[in-house]
T-cell receptor, first 109, second 116 residues
């Protein structure tokens, strides 16, 4: 069965500290992984996807097939990074996303 | 604020009542989706449609119904059979065609449904 697990409901850090939001997945084939973000009073929006191997707003995420993980990282957190972050998975042939429960990131001054 | 429009923003349902949530998009997207968002559970897929006049059940379709008569519209009806309807409902769309890997989803601003 396809599943996305985000073990932390809340991650609280101080400004300038490194951040790692964890995401583990369960899928038998070759998945596509995504991170979506929802800032306060804004719509849910795509942050980054593993296939693009990009860095957005200083965030990166590497797909580790051996550990079935897709953790989101940023070396120095900023207060504006405070938001709800969702990891999502799409399998081959599927045209829909499976979302994790989400992690709320709170960055304190 | 174009793209995907959901209405109303807040909706209240009485016992035994069916209510319909509206979702309209002007992005010319083929695929549309309905998700339910509950605290601590993330987003769960209710129904999705990859093309006009066709739709499929998601993971939690019981108690819900949809229609896709027009490309730009994908209304969701919460029926009286849905015993726990209180949640935040999100509509989304993308241009992804059937059989392709998922493309970026565009989300609406959501509808909060509460039971009176």
């Amino acid at each position: 069965a396809q599943r996305v697990t985000q073990p932390e409901k809340l991650l609280s850090v101080f400004k300038g500290a490194p951040v790692e939001l964890k995401c583990n997945y369960s899928y038998s084939g070759s998945p596509e992984l995504f991170w979506y973000v929802q800032y306060s009073r804004q719509r849910l929006q795509l942050l980054l996807r593993h296939i693009s191997r990009e860095s957005i707003k200083g965030f990166t995420a590497d797909l580790n097939k051996g550990e079935t993980s897709f953790h989101l990282k940023k070396p120095f957190a900023q207060e504006e990074d405070s938001a709800m972050y969702y990891c999502a998975l799409s399998g081959r042939g599927y045209n829909k996303l499976i979302f994790g429960a989400g992690t709320r990131l709170a960055v304190h001054p | 604020d174009g793209g995907i429009t959901q209405s109303p923003k807040y909706l209240f349902r009485k016992e035994g009542q069916n209510v319909t949530l509206s979702c309209e998009q002007n992005l010319n997207h083929d695929a549309m989706y309905w998700y339910r968002q509950d605290p601590g559970q993330g987003l769960r897929l209710i129904y999705y449609s990859q093309i006009v006049n066709d739709f499929q059940k998601g993971d939690i379709a019981e108690g819900y119904s949809v229609s896709r008569e027009k490309k730009e519209s994908f209304p969701l009806t919460v029926t009286s059979a849905q015993k726990n309807p209180t949640a935040f409902y999100l509509c989304a769309s993308n241009s992804g065609a059937a059989g392709t890997k998922n493309e970026k989803l565009f989300f609406g601003s959501g509808t909060q449904l509460s039971v009176l």
